[in-house]
């Protein structure tokens, strides 16, 4: 009976603190439904660290129960300032609710009571029942409770990484018993809390003073004996202050809990309901941590009997083939192809990659356009065949692009999660067949061989069902007119590729060095010393100690000196602007000058453009991402002076739609004063800053229009009243009130968002003008949080899709005219609005012409579209 009590391990964790420090820890990750769930991941990794290393026999997770608490009877004030949690985290705490019940774990909150409180009285429960506690917080004002029996881990880097605190430890950190944590903070204060503490008075001054005169209580008595006339003077100004203060950071450890130790008793994970949520959210690799093994089937598909073709001859070519062709790097324009499988009427085949391309009858064959293929992966088919001088004609279907108009949040890896999705279990992955990182190789041909002809056996077992969707779904015009077509017309850019003039960038990078290292004297100089300017510990300290600059804000590991709290102090000091010039510059070193060298092959950079990534619909571009090399800034905008024509007394010509999502809100919307607005040529923005402020266009300021912009295009993507504050540095309030004027202005829009939301409630699902869908499974969530961003989702995916879509048959339409006018032109680039062209200048003028007829009638709206096009000697001249 004595071992088993002294066993018993209890473990409470501050379900507030550890949510938010994930959110703030880790990049905004969403699952397949658009829900964010980077905090549920945070709190995930920290959650298994945990148990796995401590063990415990018991556990608990505590939340704040509300906004206000019996602290604000004694201080009405009490952590007010705080910003409204993010309606990107409010969405998570469902799960990460649904997450501790899964793990077996027990949560709780006590109205008037924060969630500290709970810990604090658990805790002091359980050492008296012979527990060993530990507590989990991002706060330190937990540290408070640290005692012999109960240790507090603070997490520190990340969410996984934290520092255990003892009293041992706490006494060599600080000097202080864990109990003088809240003299401290009476000192001090606390920001964060909106504690006020003693003005003036920060943490080594409050631990030299308790060190002197042991409490709080002490020196209020004895303020007459505290050396420097300065101090003296703080702490008989504020010490009321300051025991309140000190009152306000101390944990109730008397909370009226309805809950008992026994409560929180840990029976351990739920193994199955945990794969479900992981599933639910995305999280492949912690299933991988659950055993989730791929599932051993007996074989669904049917019987696999093929040939090997070493002498390929025209006889096992039919008029309908199924074709897949392997490459198994991502960048498929430098990776080698590995073989290629055949299925027809005749038979199923491999073809050795050696053998294929010598044969002529394959060539032949793989360029006659009357010969149908139906393919996985056009456009990497179309390009890496293309690199063999083998040109891919006759492409009627493509299984991949069919799967993502099917469910464009599904995340579509192989042939295989497609298989898996019209129930195929049996196909392996890419992933399971040829390994991972470094233990990736390719098999020996036989097993390459069926791995290859299975996969097209996969790719007819659902085609059937496939086109059967896209029929049911009214999307045939989408497939067969905008996206099949549109995977060539991807295909002749990506292996067009554009040219890249590398001694510009290299001239560039020198020139970047050499401003670098002037900035770093100038800011050498303003600091009165030398420094690891990228350190941002050494940085605080030059800041906020050397240089006595206020202090923004602070993190686990000291100063923040992150670009929004710099722009806070630009004024404060000249040698703010001169650091953030030298971060901005540093990474268009590092990330632009650099990187983009990288990847010039045979002076061109082949960018790959991702079809069937964005649930929008928009083109993504990637290795190198050329729709996101930084313009705003001037020499950001210069690399641009790198990318150049093929030829001699050519020029690149660059043509955008203006404000194309506004265009398709007025259409969409139908609201009159915006289409009257555009139809009219009207500034937009101005119109929009007259309504919302009441003025005359005369009257309408730099500042009004900026706020208008704002909403506008925050309208268009869905921003909420925390999005819109963030940009425009206003509260949340301001935000929200901004944005109710801009819909009174604007009824159409208004009405709009109503019936798009309730349409999508009843239907599951929102669509774009050419009816490319987007499935929103929490439009009808109980869950306020999940089913507003559903909500906002709804209103802004229409108006962005539908955008994606013109641009997309802008593209088409475009390749098309260039080849009926016989122009040497070539379409190189789409960058968000924008198309770019190299083109000889004897051509221009016909460009001038035919790219906005083309462009400004790819969809015809109710208002006009408008292209706006410029052309130079460098992507930077056409501007």
């Not at 506690?133 to 330190?140: A, F, L, Q, R, T």
């Not at 040698?575 to 540093?586: A, D, N, T, W």
């Not at 093929?646 to 203006?658: G, K, L, Q, R």
């Not at 770019?836 to 790819?858: G, N, Q, R, S, T």
Request: hydrophobic fraction near 40%.
């Amino acid at each position: 009976m004595e071992e088993d009590f002294l066993k018993k391990k209890l473990i409470l964790i501050d379900g507030n603190s550890i949510a938010y420090r994930a959110f703030f820890a880790l990049p905004l990750l969403n699952n397949d439904k658009g829900v964010h769930t980077n905090a549920v991941y945070g709190f995930t990794m920290m959650l298994m660290k945990i148990l796995e290393e401590e063990k415990p026999t018991h556990a608990l997770v505590a939340f704040d129960a509300g906004k206000t608490t019996f602290r604000h009877k004694t201080f009405s004030e009490y952590k007010g300032g705080r910003q409204k949690t993010p309606p990107e985290l409010s969405e998570q705490f469902p799960y990460i609710r649904e997450l501790l019940k899964s793990y077996g774990i027990h949560h709780y909150e006590l109205e008037n009571y924060e969630a500290d409180d709970i810990i604090g009285t658990l805790s002091l429960q359980g050492e008296k029942d012979g527990f060993e506690v530990v507590v989990i917080s991002g706060d330190k004002d937990l540290t408070q409770l640290s005692s012999d029996n109960t240790t507090v881990y603070i997490t520190r880097k990340g969410i996984t990484d934290m520092e255990s605190y003892t009293p041992s430890h706490i006494q060599e950190k600080y000097g202080l018993t864990p109990e003088r944590i809240i003299d401290m903070k009476g000192l001090m204060g606390d920001s964060s809390d909106n504690i006020p503490g003693v003005p003036g008075v920060g943490e080594k001054t409050a631990i030299k003073l308790l060190k002197e005169f042991d409490s709080l209580e002490n020196l209020v008595q004895s303020i007459d004996k505290v050396s420097g006339k300065k101090l003296k003077e703080k702490l008989e100004e504020f010490k009321d202050q300051a025991l309140m203060s000190k009152e306000l950071a101390t944990i109730f450890r008397e909370a009226p809990l309805t809950i008992t130790l026994d409560d929180t008793e840990f029976p351990g994970m739920q193994i199955e309901k945990l794969k479900e949520i992981f599933k639910e959210l995305g999280f492949n690799s912690l299933l991988e941590k659950l055993g989730e093994a791929p599932e051993k089937e007996e074989l669904v598909l049917e019987a696999i009997e093929f040939k090997t073709v070493e002498n390929i001859t025209d006889t096992i070519f039919s008029d309908r083939n199924i074709m897949y062709v392997e490459v198994l790097e991502d960048n498929y324009h430098y990776a080698p192809i590995l073989g290629i499988s055949l299925l027809n009427e005749k038979g199923a085949y491999y073809l050795p990659i050696e053998q294929a391309l010598k044969s002529p009858a394959f060539k032949v064959w793989a360029e006659d356009e009357k010969k149908e293929k139906i393919v996985y992966d056009a456009k990497r088919s179309e390009v890496s065949l293309r690199h063999q001088d083998i040109h891919l004609k006759g492409i009627t279907f493509d299984i991949l692009i069919a799967a993502y108009l099917a469910d464009p949040s599904a995340t579509i890896e192989d042939v295989a999660s497609v298989a898996k999705k019209y129930g195929y279990t049996n196909l392996q992955s890419d992933e399971a067949f040829y390994g991972k990182g470094a233990k990736r190789k390719v098999p020996e041909q036989d097993l390459l061989a069926d791995h290859l002809v299975r996969k097209a056996f996969a790719l007819q077992a659902v085609l059937e069902e496939m086109e059967d969707e896209l029929r049911k779904n009214d999307q045939e015009a989408l497939f067969y007119d905008l996206e099949m077509p549109l995977s060539l017309v991807l295909a002749d850019m990506e292996s067009t590729g554009v040219k890249v003039d590398v001694a510009r960038l290299k001239a560039m990078g020198e020139e970047l060095s050499e401003r670098l290292k002037e900035i770093e004297v100038r800011i050498y100089e303003l600091a009165g010393e030398t420094f690891n300017i990228n350190s941002p510990k050494q940085l605080g300290v030059i800041l906020f100690e050397k240089l006595g600059l206020p202090v923004v804000k602070k993190t686990k590991t000291g100063y923040s000196t992150s670009a929004d709290v710099l722009e806070q102090l630009a004024s404060s000091h000249e040698v703010i602007r001169e650091i953030l010039e030298y971060r901005q510059l540093g990474k268009l070193q590092s990330t632009y000058i650099e990187g983009l060298q990288k990847v010039v092959h045979n002076g061109r950079i082949h960018t790959r453009f991702n079809q069937v990534l964005t649930q929008t619909g928009r083109l993504s571009s990637i290795d190198p991402n050329l729709q996101n090399i930084p313009i705003r800034l001037e020499e950001g905008r210069k690399i641009r002076q790198a990318f150049v024509p093929t030829e001699e007394n050519w020029v690149i010509f660059a043509a955008d739609y203006s404000q194309i999502e506004l265009r398709v809100l007025a259409h969409i919307a139908n609201d009159e004063k915006l289409i009257e607005a555009f139809r009219e040529d009207h500034d937009i923005h101005t119109e929009t800053a007259m309504s919302v402020f009441h003025v005359e266009a005369d009257e309408v300021t730099s500042n009004m229009r900026r706020h208008a912009k704002a909403v506008n295009f925050g309208i268009v993507y869905g921003i909420s009243d925390y999005g819109l504050s963030q940009s425009l540095h206003i509260t949340r309030k301001e935000a929200a009130k901004f944005i109710e004027r801009y819909l009174e202005s604007y009824p159409g829009v208004k009405n709009y968002m109503e019936e798009i939301v309730a349409d999508a409630k009843q239907k599951g699902y929102v669509s774009t003008l050419l009816h490319r869908r987007r499935y929103l499974a929490d439009i009808t969530s109980r869950n306020f949080n999940l089913r507003s961003f559903a909500e906002r989702t709804a209103m802004n995916t229409p108006i962005q899709g539908s955008a994606a879509d013109i641009i997309k048959k802008a593209m088409i339409d475009m390749a098309k005219r260039l080849e009926e006018e016989g122009l040497k032109a070539k379409l190189l680039l789409q960058v968000h609005d924008e198309l770019i062209f190299e083109a000889p200048k004897e051509e221009i003028e016909k460009l001038k012409e035919i790219v906005p007829d083309v462009m400004e009638h790819a969809v015809e709206l109710s208002v006009p579209l408008k292209v706006d096009y410029s052309y130079g000697p460098t992507w930077y001249d056409a501007k």
